[in-house]
């Protein structure tokens, strides 16, 4: 019987949290999937992004590109997250505006057409323990034009409404699914994120349905140049209740974006390489620490977040995941260790053999310190470079 409980367990080895975005529409997609696999990931997380202009077409004309994907991804063993979205991103070309009724850029016949595309997808992958995310950064710019999905009780009633009727086809079409609910953008504590996550939940958006919450936790470089450590004061929901705080979070998306001739996302800030790879990698840890089930990197591709350089050569973001999925396979956090020092990290990770693996770092700058490990005092060099200490079982 297929067990799909795993993707809630907050507590599990951190490999098989580790997930990337990879996009269909690059050439080397299987190139993409292939490489994934090779660096540790477990998840692929893969945006159905459906053009208005086949809205109503056949499910081969929508979905013909995705069905490769799919195939692929499940031939390598590679768990499936799908989310959704709509060609909105050539607003770059021409601007779209939304429509009265509905609230969004979607007319209430697309919006229509829309969702029986998505049916029609959920029924002919039932059975296959799919996680099913909500609709990409709704709240963002993907939904509605009108800048106010985030603040404005109407405008999130409208994405609230069919990521809630999205989550009930989930559970009424497929019952092997999962169901992460809304994707939100942005560290879950930061700026307006605690304003419509709380409109949400009283528009009843974390209903019975939902058995994760989404987010794209990306650390801005205003705090203290985006590093990652950030979450341990933003990394949980403000401004709901204690239910629905307690629901376990995932990542399907986080990343640094780096500077290169094509400086685009760049509202997030820029970061060399060396910075972005280190960051990266802290920021998979102290998600695994705080207990999120999925842990999902932005992106496989060639872009400011890919983990690939032209052509198709893994970088050293790429590079220093895979040092982490080397190291800490069949790994599970178990706890922090107290450096007695607020800017030191070391991670204590337990195999199910007893075998122990210890993380460390300094969140910013560098330096030899003595901490005690296991009653034991012993000497770290501590970098923004996260080191592996292994330590064999003792029989």
Known sequence: MLDTTRHTHRRRPIVRKLGIAVWSWDEDWERQLLTAKSLGFSYIRLVLMINRSDL?????????????????????????????????????????????????????????????????????????????????????????????????????????????????????LDSTSTYATLCGTGCPGDYLQPTYSGIAEQQGLFDNNADLVSWHPYVEAEYDDGRPEHLLTSGQMRNVSVETADLPMISTEFGYSRFRDNENYTWQGLWNIDDAANYTVR???LLDMLGWPIIGVFDMGYDNYGLLDWPAEVNKVGMALKELSKNLAGFSFEQRVDCQNPNLFCLKYVSFSGDVVFVYWAAKYQGEASISIDGRQVSLLFTESPQYLRQQAQD
């Open 283 to 285: 920021q998979a840890l």
């Open 56 to 172: 109503g077409k056949s499910f081969d004309n929508i979905f013909d590109r995705y069905e490769k994907v799919v195939a692929k991804a499940q031939e390598l063993e590679l768990d499936l997250i799908v989310s959704w979205s709509t060609d909105y991103l050539s607003k770059l070309k021409q601007p779209y505006i939304d429509y009265q009724d509905t609230r969004c850029v979607l007319s209430t016949d697309q919006l229509a057409l829309l969702k029986s595309a998505i049916k029609s997808f959920i029924k002919a992958h039932a059975g296959q323990g799919i996680v099913y995310e909500a609709f990409n950064e709704a709240m963002g710019d993907f939904w509605s034009s009108s800048g106010t999905a985030r603040t404005n009780p109407n405008d999130v009633h409208s994405w609230v409404s069919f990521d809630r009727w999205l989550g009930a086809e989930v559970k009424k």
